[in-house]
């Protein structure tokens, strides 16, 4: 009985030793070690044994079981740590390595443009003023001194609401200032910023585009006061000092005298042609730029809102913002600044 205890053991110890697997060992386990094993099928056998013979070789057949146990519980480590080993080569990482970096956007050229003229406005006493995109026929075009039959009111130029009478997608960013007269008295100085919709669409006309807009009303305010505010501005926005303005007549129904606002070519100087003698594509060799319509306020318009127009008078301009952005960073298509395109947008 005592060599078949040694025969198992050795048999089980050297099966454990070629398992290559949980599942192996488990099988040995149960075959040798479980309820119906090999082991206990010695134990059920010792009833026929003398009781000595019963207690010395139960005893042993006890001890041996424990010890076997020990080292199947051993051979469970065993494996597990080799297979810890296998993840480990297989599945290793430097941890020192510099991690992916996950991108950081930038705000787009014109949201960023739109924050410099506040800045820039903001710090000659001007509020930013708002007004909705979706205006009345009333706003967009009576109060603004602009007759019936203007062509701007036409079919082909304005984008009319479909089943709201008399309503139109702003086709600038004038209704506004109207807005802010009515609820405002004199002085006055703000500028609305947003954007505005007109059937118009080629390389520098988009259906929708942003303009800049500014209005300032008070006692004596003059055509002085509209030159200083535009070249130091523009200054500012162009970053360069030495920007100089000019300005001609023109015709705005909601201004008299209307002008048109001019500034000295930001990349040629006003020269038409570059340092090293290159023609400037910008300004197309004239060294001006047309940049915005301004003018005095209308009296029509002041009186509209329930101004004195004997008592105040004031300035108002408007500026594409978009041909300003275009101008400033270079870029050659309006459609670019609306396209989106990651290669162009990552450039600023
Ligand atoms: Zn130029």
Redesign the pocket.
């Known amino acids: 009985m005592k060599s078949k205890i040694e025969t198992l053991k050795s048999q089980l110890l050297k099966a454990l030793k070629a398992a290559k697997s949980d599942s192996e060992v488990r099988d040995l386990e149960v075959r040798y070690l479980g309820r119906s094993g090999k082991f206990n099928e010695i134990m059920r056998s010792l009833k026929d044994l003398s009781d000595e013979a019963k207690r010395t070789v139960g005893k042993l057949a006890n001890m041996t079981k424990t010890e076997l146990e020990v080292i199947v519980q051993k051979k469970y480590a065993e494996l597990e740590m080799a297979a810890f080993d296998v993840i480990a080569d297989k599945e290793w990482m430097d941890v020192t390595v510099p991690g992916t970096k996950p991108g950081v956007g930038h705000r787009h050229l014109i949201s960023k443009f739109i924050e410099d003229l506040e800045v820039v406005f903001g710090r000659m006493g001007f509020a930013v003023a708002e007004g909705p995109d979706i205006e009345t026929e009333h706003y967009n075009f009576d109060q603004l001194n602009m007759p019936a039959d203007h062509p701007s009111r036409d079919m082909q130029d304005t984008f009319w609401v479909k089943n709201l009478k008399k309503m139109v997608l702003r086709t600038q960013t004038s209704p506004v200032q109207i807005r802010h007269m009515e609820a405002h008295e004199p002085p006055i100085r703000v500028i609305s910023l947003g954007k505005t919709f007109r059937k118009d669409s080629d390389a520098t006309h988009s259906p929708m585009f942003h303009q800049c807009e500014g209005l300032m009303v008070g006692e004596d305010i003059s055509i002085a006061n509209l030159k200083a505010v535009m070249t130091n501005a523009l200054q500012q926005i162009f970053e360069d000092p030495a920007i100089k303005t000019r300005f001609r007549t023109s015709y705005f129904p909601f201004v008299e005298p209307g002008l048109e606002v001019d500034c000295t070519?930001p990349?040629?100087h006003g020269e038409?042609k570059t340092a090293d003698g290159v023609p400037?594509r910008?300004?197309k060799q004239c060294?001006w730029l047309e940049i915005a319509g301004a003018g005095m306020v209308h009296p029509k318009v002041l009186e509209n809102v329930g101004y004195d127009s004997k008592k105040y008078t004031g300035f108002a301009f408007g500026m594409g913002l978009d041909r300003m952005v275009m101008i400033k960073h270079r870029v050659n298509h309006l459609r670019l600044l609306f396209e989106n395109d990651l290669r162009f947008i990552t450039q600023f």
């Open positions: 070519c990349i040629c038409g400037c910008l300004c060294g």
